[in-house]
């Protein structure tokens, strides 16, 4: 048997567009490990009659580039070059575009056509979150793609490999669909691999890891030289939450892998890669509380800095958690709070948590040392403006190290896209815009201009005017996050001025002058800054010539 060549494609997961205008609230998201291709690559190398040939191609990398250079005029381009020479070069027989979210949808036909027409031989696949869920959307836009694989990959793709006749084995087997089978009614179905510990280990060395270097979540480390890794633990999640996707993908029934090889496989990441600082990505770490503890004990003895920048349940923190957090390493908790509402997190999220709760579980993470950063999400179908006060209202009484607020977005594959699409609630609109930072729906409660300035100006009120850490007089930390932002949007005047109470706080008066002036400059030179300034009352002090030190 001839040995396959398989290239994998992973679309830009941001949108290209918004680095182009001004605009203020678009971030970089965070460049994550493409840990699903990396087991894909392990499975298969392992699983088939004979081992394929695997290259990966991530376009979010020269996007990235691009974005930091500022020159992002010819990226598209740029795209099918690269695309294209991949191909020459690699010349795969089988090439798979794994997309999450839909706001890679704009690049899937792109891709496959600079495929297609470089080698025509080359079989298309495509998978992940995104086509999994919309397999008749992306089938019938993007006619270059020949099939899809819903759910995870790993044993559809051996199939798929190893077979003698692709087509037969594209239209037979139940988690790949193609046009064919669109036709003829077909619903995909999963084929998981059902015990975790079956897929080797992941050969993190196919990747360059200083790519996948800044996800963390703790800026306190930032000017540490480090090696982040990922890794998920688990996989699937008995929730669901009205807009994630995630069962969708990986199923309600969790998949775990033992204790033994969670320890085996991060061992192998700190003797060979280098490993500092462990992310755990597992969609639910606390379906199985004692097996969490169990892990964290494990953990603690490998001495690694640990966060979980995904969203940890705030209801499994108890008090032998938050020790055993402590003990293992973990710096920061990402905490899935996503509202200060009962009945937004409980009638409209779905969600197991009361707000009452949120404030004890902070304290008792902070009192073992552990920082809770939290992901708010704003503008679901029936969130009221009284729901995002109350929001507000617990963002500044909680006292978080730092606040996520975003804008919903009807993912496919989750029950808001579902509802959106039903209710007719995705305003004229194309996919590019389905971020974070922007807010595509509009309904009953939900004006998205208004979602979008309400995210914007909590963030401004909860992370910089009202922030934690300054207002606890935790200076160094507050300087340490201030100074990310800082370097990051140079013109984030915002970020300036607390940067200033910080160092005042501190005694480097010289720098806090500088920051001031920094700021001065922002707020004297950019109208939109100087009217966001106005909004928070940050002006008064700075235009009656009395500076940072009342600032404070
Ligand atoms: S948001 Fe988290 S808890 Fe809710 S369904 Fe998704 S993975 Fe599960």
Request: glycine residues 6%.
């Amino acid at each position: 048997m001839a040995t396959e060549r398989i290239l994998f494609i992973i679309p830009p997961y941001f949108n290209v567009d918004d680095y182009r205008a001004d605009n203020r609230s678009s971030v970089l998201p965070p460049f994550t490990i493409p840990y699903g291709i990396l087991s894909l690559h392990a499975y298969l190398a392992d699983r088939c009659s004979v081992s394929p040939e695997i290259d990966i191609l991530d376009l979010n990398l020269p996007l990235r580039q691009a974005v930091t250079e500022g020159d992002t005029d010819r990226i598209l381009s740029r795209f099918d070059e690269l695309v294209a020479e991949r191909v020459r070069t690699f010349r795969p027989t089988l090439a798979g575009i794994s997309a999450l979210f839909n706001v890679s949808f704009r690049y899937l036909q792109d891709i496959a056509r600079v495929i297609q027409a470089q080698l025509p031989s080359t079989l298309i696949v495509a998978g992940g979150g995104l086509p999994s869920a919309a397999f008749r959307e992306v089938l019938e836009l993007c006619p270059d793609i020949d099939a899809i694989c819903k759910g995870e990959g790993e044993i559809p793709l051996r199939d798929l490999v190893d077979a003698g006749d692709k087509s037969v084995l594209l239209n037979e087997h139940p988690s790949w669909i193609t046009r064919e089978g669109v036709a003829a009614g077909k619903i995909p179905s999963h084929t998981f691999v059902q015990d975790l510990d079956d897929i080797p280990m992941l050969d993190y060395g196919t990747v360059d890891l200083d790519d996948y270097n800044a996800r963390s979540i703790d800026k306190r480390y930032s000017d540490e030289k480090k090696r982040e890794m990922a890794v998920h633990t688990s996989r699937g999640c008995p929730f669901l939450c009205v807009f994630c996707s995630n069962p969708a993908l990986h199923g309600r029934q969790v998949r775990a892998m033992s204790v033994e090889r969670v320890a085996a496989e991060v061992r192998r990441m700190k003797e060979r890669w280098g490993l500092t600082v462990l992310l755990i990505e597992d969609d639910h770490f606390f379906f199985d509380k004692s097996r969490a503890k169990a892990v964290l004990r494990v953990l603690a003895q490998l001495q690694v800095r640990i966060e979980f920048p995904n969203g940890v349940a705030v209801y499994a923190i108890d008090e032998e958690i938050a020790e055993l957090f402590s003990r293992a390493g973990v710096s920061t908790v990402a905490l899935a709070v996503e509202s200060g509402s009962d009945y937004v997190l409980n009638k409209i999220i779905k969600k197991p948590l009361k707000i009452g709760l949120v404030k004890d579980k902070v304290e008792m993470l902070r009192r073992h040392g552990v920082q809770s950063h939290v992901f708010i999400v704003l503008g679901l179908p029936g969130e009221m403006p009284e729901h995002r006060r109350q929001t507000l209202d617990l963002l500044l009484d909680v006292g978080f190290d730092w606040a996520h607020i975003f804008c919903a977005i009807p993912i496919f594959g989750s029950r808001l896209h579902e509802i959106c699409v039903e209710q007719g609630y995705i305003r004229e609109s194309n996919f590019l815009d389905h971020v974070n930072t922007k807010s595509v729906i509009r309904a009953p409660g939900v004006d998205p201009e208004q979602i979008e300035d309400t995210a914007y100006q909590m963030n401004l009120s909860v992370n910089f005017v009202h922030n934690y850490n300054l207002a606890s007089g935790n200076y160094e930390t507050a300087i340490k996050y201030f100074r990310n932002v800082a370097a990051k949007y140079p013109e984030h005047a915002f970020a300036h001025q607390a940067l200033a109470r910080a160092y005042g706080g501190v005694g480097e008066q010289d720098l806090a002058a500088r920051a001031t002036r920094r700021f001065e400059h922002i707020v004297a030179s950019d109208p939109w800054w100087h009217e966001q300034a106005v909004r928070h009352g940050l002006l008064a002090d700075y235009e009656a010539g009395r500076g940072v030190s009342n600032a404070l």
